[in-house]
């Protein structure tokens, strides 16, 4: 079992609607969860990172945490075609590093 | 705003050759580090370092080295290139463990 699971994908969303992507992890002790965007051919940039259970929101953009169930999960409000891209989940567990998932990849269409 | 800067962004080196990857960043942070990104596998962690002249391994070093002498530069180094290493490199720093790491442009090493 991966440490961090993600859905590859594609995950096709009508332009305007809910894009809803999960990931679930390994590491019980997992402390920090990160959610990055990353466009074709350029690196990630960080969505949002979520510490403690239940919701976060920032903008357009949802995080939801339940550690009891290991998984975290975003949401995407009022999708927009630019919000085509790979999301890349990653999660600190103890020590320095993070691990990320493999992505999923969200394609909106007009 | 954090920038972190990676010294090329497409390489071609043949197999057995030394390479260099260099990574600079501007923010004064602590940590750093080295992933790869492969189709398929996701981004995979290389080294890092929490220091200069401090280092750890992370999830695949074999065949890699990395040097960090001043604590806004990290290099990785191929001691021999082969041809499973042509992958995407990317580098990233964060100000605190664990925290939000910010990534390099990212190098697109061929290595045939």
């Known amino acids: 079992q991966k440490e961090v699971e993600q859905n590859s994908g594609p995950l096709s969303v009508p332009e305007g609607a809910i894009a809803s992507l999960n990931c679930t992890y390994s590491?019980?002790?997992?402390?920090?969860f990160f959610w990055y965007r990353q466009y074709s051919g350029k690196s990630p940039e960080l969505i949002m990172f979520?510490?403690?259970?239940g919701d976060k929101e920032d903008g357009r953009f949802t995080a939801q945490l339940n550690k009891a169930s290991q998984y975290v999960s975003l949401l995407i409000r009022d999708s927009q075609p630019s919000d085509s891209a790979t999301y890349l989940c990653?999660?600190?567990?103890?020590?320095?590093?993070?691990?990320f998932g493999g992505g999923t990849r969200v394609l909106v269409k007009p | 705003d954090v920038k972190v800067t990676q010294s090329s962004r497409y390489l071609v080196k043949r197999t057995g050759e030394k390479v260099f990857l260099e990574c600079v960043q501007d923010m004064d942070h602590e940590n750093m580090f080295w992933y790869r990104q492969d189709p398929g596998l996701g981004l995979r962690l290389i080294y890092f370092?929490?220091?200069?002249?401090?280092?750890e391994k992370g999830d695949i070093p074999e065949g890699y080295s990395v040097s960090r002498e001043k604590k806004e530069r990290f290099s990785l180094i191929l001691e021999s290139a082969s041809t499973n290493q042509t992958s995407m490199y990317l580098c990233?720093?964060?100000?605190?463990?664990?925290?939000?790491?910010?990534f390099g442009p990212g190098t697109r090493l061929l290595v045939l």
């Open positions: 979520i510490y403690s259970n």
């Open positions: 370092s929490y220091d200069v002249k401090m280092k």
């Open positions: 990653a999660v600190k567990a103890a020590g320095n590093k993070l691990t």
């Open positions: 990233a720093s964060s100000e605190t463990v664990g925290g939000t790491q910010y």
């Open positions: 590491d019980r002790g997992s402390q920090s």
